[in-house]
């Protein structure tokens, strides 16, 4: 957690899944806070849940510099939890990243600020382990894209960038929507999948806002899993089938890396509690079989 004082406050631009998670952390901590979402439901939701201000905001509409400057006033810590389509305007510019890139690099009062990257700019790595300070070799548009927009975040002295695998949690299990409905695994079965519990993201998206620290971090459990393996246990905790695969590309493509998180915990001390996706699917709760409902 940074050492800023109570009240300080973080302008979390991002308000979905990890972005709920990291604001009831912090406002456990003692920040206030202000959230952004696009959808007036979305905002509902988070005020709901009583964690600080909420605004709309997209990115990709008119006249965003302005309103990101007015909800970064006196802001001293920012938090951005954007998808890399956020950051691209309809002539497929990173116009709106860039613009707000440039507002937070206007602001007086700004400390540090944290965006959420992906370990996918760090491409097919054939089995080799990556850890924050490996070189990127972006080998999709979309990890090219991610790779550019950090190289834009970058620019401010003091931003951050938090490259997290991928994320589940409550809510959220990767791959279980498929399996549950019977297709087959699309992607290359035997790559390394790497992951981090939503909570263990949080915690070090707000650990990387104290200052000093190096430009860019990792944030995964520390044990890949080979996706066959993952996808048979799946089934297994969901009391399905034993998965098929399909041989198919996977959409987001399946490079195989095994993400090491030793660097960034030697660096920040973070730790992450759910140290495999065993523990973490043992939190729960699973997704309920289709069809059914709580008791
Ligand atoms: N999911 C993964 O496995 C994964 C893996 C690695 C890294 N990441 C990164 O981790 C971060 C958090 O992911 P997440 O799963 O929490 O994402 P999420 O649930 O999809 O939330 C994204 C947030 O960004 C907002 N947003 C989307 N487009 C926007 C736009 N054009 N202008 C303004 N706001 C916009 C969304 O608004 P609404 O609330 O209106 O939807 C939402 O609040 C992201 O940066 C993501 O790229 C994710």
């Known amino acids: 957690?940074?050492?800023s004082p109570p009240n300080a406050t973080l302008l979390v631009i991002g308000g979905g899944y990890v972005g709920l998670a990291l604001a009831a952390r912090a406002r456990a901590?003692?920040?206030t806070l202000r959230l952004t979402t696009r959808s007036a439901a979305r905002a509902a939701t988070l005020r709901a849940a009583g964690l600080g201000e909420v605004a709309q905001l997209d990115l990709t509409e008119a006249d965003t510099g302005a309103r990101?400057?007015?909800l970064a006033s006196g802001v001293r810590q920012v938090v951005c939890l954007l998808p890399p389509s956020a950051g691209i305007d309809a002539a497929n510019s990173l116009a709106p990243?860039?613009?707000l890139c440039a507002v937070l690099s206007s602001l007086p009062d700004l400390e540090s600020a944290v965006m959420a990257s992906s370990t996918a700019v760090y491409g097919d790595q054939a089995g080799a382990t990556v850890n924050a300070d490996t070189p990127c070799a972006p080998d999709t548009p979309r990890a090219q894209r991610l790779y550019d927009l950090e190289t834009h975040w970058l620019a401010r002295t003091g931003n951050r960038v938090v490259r997290l695998a991928g994320l589940y949690g409550p809510g959220r299990i990767v791959g279980a929507a498929g399996l549950q409905r019977g297709e087959a695994v699309s992607g290359e079965m035997d790559a390394w999948l790497n992951l981090i519990h939503r909570s263990d993201?949080?915690?070090l998206l707000l650990r990387c806002l104290a200052?000093?620290?190096a430009a860019v971090e990792l944030g995964c459990d520390g044990a890949p899993v080979v996706?066959?393996?993952y996808y048979q246990y799946l089934a297994a905790q969901l009391g399905l089938a034993a998965p098929s695969f399909s041989g198919l590309p996977a959409a987001r493509g399946s490079a195989s890396r095994r993400c090491s998180p030793a660097l960034t915990i030697a660096r920040t001390g973070w730790q992450p509690q759910y140290r495999d996706?065993?523990?973490g699917l043992a939190a729960g709760p699973l997704p309920l079989p289709l069809g059914k409902t709580p008791d």
């Open 97 to 99: 990243w860039i613009q």
């Open 29 to 31: 901590a003692g920040w």
């Open 68 to 70: 990101i400057a007015a």
């Open 1 to 3: 957690m940074s050492r």
């Open 201 to 203: 993201a949080a915690a």
């Open 211 to 213: 200052p000093g620290g």
């Open 227 to 229: 996706r066959r393996h």
């Open 277 to 279: 996706f065993r523990a």
